[in-house]
């Protein structure tokens, strides 16, 4: 993409009463964004669904005018962008029609390939919903997902550094441009984000700071990823939005179930009840789910080794199992041990070789 051809897209896309569908929709039937600009207005007034509302401001200069301005912007600041046609956009989000018309970014994002899921939830996430967070993102691990969240307090801050301490790869889906961030208090986890994924938005450095601008930023979070995770969420909240639109792109949903008075449940049984998202009580579930193999995951196959060593927690597991296969659920409750810890180390277990996964939730001793 040359800079005159983004130049254009850049005005098209800043354009008031233009979102990205009627952008895309002009785009396609034009060519270009260039030529969106350059048509007559009685031409383009002739494409289904286009009306006059729509093109009031299309002409008026002065949207060029920021575009150059943001074009300095761009350049100056070294960030990449990803036009909707190019290879070079992430191709979930390319499915998604109201998906933005251009992306920019910071960072090293590499989606290739790669399983994507985005962890969201409330911003006063309780203790026993960072624990399971951090144990989701864990034992996930061995299949190298990219997680992606929004950045700001709570659920999504924890998704992200658990990414980062587990060496996986998370990607920060903001409200505003790339020449600030919020909360600023999370400007100290800026560098550890970008040095394993980056940031992503579609807003410019111009840009008014609006809150519904999260709501927006809630479909990239949603169509960049496979399946939407809701931690924990109150009865509404912008988490249930990021859910309701990753159920239109008809993508998976996974909600934490809780107790039917907890406030920070409610969100997350709602969705369960209404039949918006599986329910999620073990890490376990979403590889079964979303059918991920372990011979794609980033370490080697499983093998049978001789001599494997257990630590006090595998060595408990497989004496229970030795003399038959077990469920999950049998397995924590008779090794008193958490479900979601089992199912943490039952991921290691498999990679050491010792137990295999069986349908139905199953695991005995190979």
């Known amino acids: 993409m040359s800079e005159s051809d983004l130049l254009y897209i850049l005005a098209l896309q800043h354009v008031p009463n233009i979102g990205d569908i009627t952008a895309k929709r002009l785009i396609n039937h034009c060519g270009s964004a260039e030529a969106v600009i350059k048509e007559k ?17 299309l002409f008026n200069e002065q949207y060029l005018k920021d575009a150059e301005k943001e074009l300095e912007f761009i350049s100056k600041n070294d960030i990449k962008v990803s036009y909707f046609q190019d290879s070079n956009y992430p191709s ?14 910071t960072g090293s994002i590499d989606l290739l390939n790669r399983p994507v899921i985005s962890i969201v939830g409330t911003r006063k996430i309780t203790t026993s919903g960072i624990a399971f967070c951090e144990e989701l993102v864990e034992a996930l691990a061995i299949y190298n997902p990219v997680i992606v969240s929004g950045f ?33 208090v999370h400007k100290k986890y800026m560098v550890d984000v970008e040095s394993n994924g980056g940031f992503f938005t579609d807003f410019w450095s111009i840009d008014k700071f609006d809150r519904n601008n999260f709501l927006k930023r809630n479909r990239v979070i949603a169509g960049l990823s496979e399946a939407t ?7 509404k909240g912008g988490s249930l939005v990021t859910a309701d639109i990753a159920h239109s792109y008809n993508r998976d949903v996974f909600a934490v179930p809780g107790r039917v008075n907890d406030i920070q449940s409610t969100g997350c049984n709602n969705l369960i009840k209404y039949q918006k998202a599986h329910m999620l009580t ?45 469920l ?10 958490p479900i979601f810890k089992v199912a943490s180390i039952l991921l290691n277990m498999e990679l050491k070789g010792v137990i295999r996964p069986l349908p139905g939730k199953m695991f005995e001793v190979i």
């Open 92 to 105: 979930r989000l390319k499915h998604c029609i109201d998906g933005p018309i251009l992306l920019f970014e």
């Open 328 to 337: 999950l659920d049998s397995i924590a409750i008779n090794c008193d041990l």
């Open 229 to 235: 995770i809701v931690i924990e969420s109150a009865e």
């Open 41 to 57: 207005k009685s031409n383009l007034l002739k494409i289904d669904n286009i009306g006059n509302w729509s093109l009031s401001e």
């Open 282 to 326: 073990t890490p376990l579930d979403v590889p079964y789910i979303l059918n991920w193999q372990l011979e794609n995951a980033s370490k080697p196959s499983i093998q049978k080794q001789l001599f494997v060593e257990l630590d006090d927690h595998e060595k408990l597991i497989y004496n229970y199992l030795k003399d038959d296969k077990q």
């Open 152 to 184: 700001a307090y709570g659920t999504d801050i924890t998704a992200h550094k658990a990414a980062i301490k587990n060496g996986l790869q998370t990607v920060g889906c903001l409200a505003h441009g790339l020449n600030q961030i919020y909360p600023r």
